[in-house]
């Protein structure tokens, strides 16, 4: 787990990106206003986007924001500008979050070896949301 000053307001929701779905083709990357979203590839594997790479989101700096989901419009905009082209990125409930990133957040291997920065920090958060 990261170490970041305390956060002044949790989100109701986070992003997670479901591994599987991602292409690596960084369009989430490139809109994140908090630069929190990065990219991931399997030790042993070429850095070739689309190949055993994805986009991962620091749940510590995760400002629930929902722009890497879709770009706000007016309310009288009728149309949702989609960032993600293959739909890979959901928002979750903080408190089920820990549960939704241990599934889907990327190959089992890289979960298993990352489990304390990834569900962990996902569990504190859910936590601190349930206290709160």
Known sequence: MAKQRPRKKLPRELAVINAD??????????VCPVDCITMNTLP???GIKGSQSWCEIDLERCV?????V???QKKTNPYELL???????EMVK????AQVVAQIGGPPEYIHENWDRLVGTA????ELKANA
Not at 64 to 68: A, D, I, M
Not at 123 to 126: G, P, S, T, V
Request: glycine content about 8%; some cysteine; proline content about 8%.
């Open 83 to 89: 960032v993600c082209p293959w739909d890979a990125i």
């Open 94 to 97: 903080t408190e089920d979050v």
């Open 64 to 68: 629930g924001c929902e722009v890497c």
């Open 21 to 30: 779905n991602c292409t690596g083709c960084e369009s989430c990357l490139e």
């Open 70 to 72: 879709h770009i706000p």
């Open 123 to 126: 569990q504190h958060l859910a």
């Open 44 to 46: 042993g594997t070429p």
